[in-house]
């Protein structure tokens, strides 16, 4: 088993870094020179700017490798294996915009696929307990090649479903659409049956929940719900609302305990989760390094500044995704109170001042052509 297998079947995904960063080096390094091997304009690159990654000793080495900036795979389809050989690809808009497409071969997937199940697991967001699960997210039948819809998929198997609804279904024009009422209706049925499982866009579990309480003021779900969110905290009404504010909402609204409401932060160009523990802090597991960087300089800066989000991981042997430089900003810290070591995203918003339309931009456009038609 080759040093990037290794790094991805670890039992624990969330060692302390000072006993992977060996063999986080080791992965990232053959990886890195199998990807330089397959594209010139990589190679180009690292003349560009003088860097040999053969030398790669370290993490910091690592981190000083010169990266794609996310932009760059949403124009160019880049792949390292035969056409033949990709089994899904994926892309990071839910209806318009410009369009990251990540491709898996085989054994990528099955490591993205195992690396997930056991970061949720260690996070606490598994239970045995079977629970209908309402997912606020693009119907999987209608957006098969949509990431968000796919990920959500895959949170499934942190409990066994009773029952499964997709809520964002295409109308009649072919327009993705929400059923406020309807949701609302089937999230105060299936409340008395056994745990609910919210999955998807926060803003629509917002809408949904706030309607649900309007119609039944003493609703009450099952203490063993749970919340597993992604697309960024906002309300109904696209207005920024902290994590914190939003479990407690979830929690005023039906009863679900403030520290099941959890969510994940990630991005199709990237590929791994950032759970987060119930502290809401997103944890780097042992695939990953992280590091903010000045957005002018890209000088790395200290734990606690903010500064644009670099991501290594060595997962994907697809694509030549293994250093991305993101449009996010984001402030890391370490020794997080829940207990899990290394770091963590302690905070991360969007940067510049253009808009980069993802799934959950598209996402609330739907709630905003509600609102208009109301």
């Not at 990654?53 to 900036?69: F, K, Q, R, T």
């Not at 792949?79 to 497409?101: C, F, K």
């Not at 409340?191 to 706030?210: K, Q, T, Y």
């Not at 770091?343 to 509600?370: F, N, P, W």
Request: proline letters at 7%.
């Amino acid at each position: 088993m080759n040093a990037l297998e290794r790094l991805c079947s670890l039992e624990n995904p969330f060692l302390p870094p000072r006993e992977t960063d060996g063999l986080f080096v080791e992965a990232f390094r053959e990886n890195v020179l199998r990807q330089r091997a397959i594209h010139p304009f990589l190679r180009a690159l690292d003349e560009a700017k003088a860097f040999d990654p053969a030398a790669i000793a370290s993490v910091e080495d690592a981190l000083a490798l010169p990266p794609l900036y996310v932009g760059t795979l949403k124009i160019n389809d880049f792949l390292s294996v035969a056409p033949e050989s990709v089994v899904l690809t994926l892309t990071s808009s839910g209806t318009s915009g410009q369009r990251t497409q990540l491709h898996f071969d085989g054994p990528s997937l099955a490591r993205m696929e195992t690396l997930s199940r056991k970061i949720f697991a260690a996070l606490g967001f598994d239970s045995p307990r079977p629970a209908h699960y309402l997912l606020f997210s693009y119907d999987r039948t209608e957006a098969a090649d949509v990431g968000t819809s796919w990920s959500t998929e895959q949170k499934m198997a942190c409990a066994p479903a009773r029952s499964v609804h997709w809520l964002l279904k295409r109308d009649g024009s072919g327009t993705f659409s929400f059923d406020v009422d309807g949701t609302a209706r089937l999230l105060i049925d299936l409340a008395s049956d056994g745990p609910l499982r919210f999955l998807g866009f926060p803003a629509f579990m917002h809408r949904a929940l706030a309607e649900a309480k309007r119609l039944k003021p003493d609703l009450s779900v099952d203490p063993d719900s749970f919340v597993i969110a992604g697309g960024g905290w906002k309300n109904h009404a696209g207005q920024p609302m902290r994590q914190a504010d939003f479990a407690l909402f979830v929690q005023s609204s039906c009863g679900l305990p403030a520290a099941n409401v959890r969510d994940v932060f990630g991005m199709a160009e990237h590929g791994v989760p950032y759970g987060a523990c119930s502290f809401g802090h997103h944890h780097v597991p042992a695939c990953s390094r992280l590091s903010v960087v000045d957005p002018l300089t890209h000088r790395p800066l200290a734990m606690g500044q903010e500064g644009q989000l670099l991501l290594l991981s060595p997962w994907n042997e697809a694509q030549p995704n293994q250093s991305l430089l993101a449009t996010d900003v984001a402030v890391l810290e370490e020794d997080c109170p829940c207990g899990l070591p290394g770091t963590y995203i302690a905070s991360v918003r969007r940067g510049g001042t253009h808009k980069h339309k993802g799934c959950a931009i598209a996402a609330q456009e739907i709630l905003d052509r509600m609102a208009a038609l109301s």
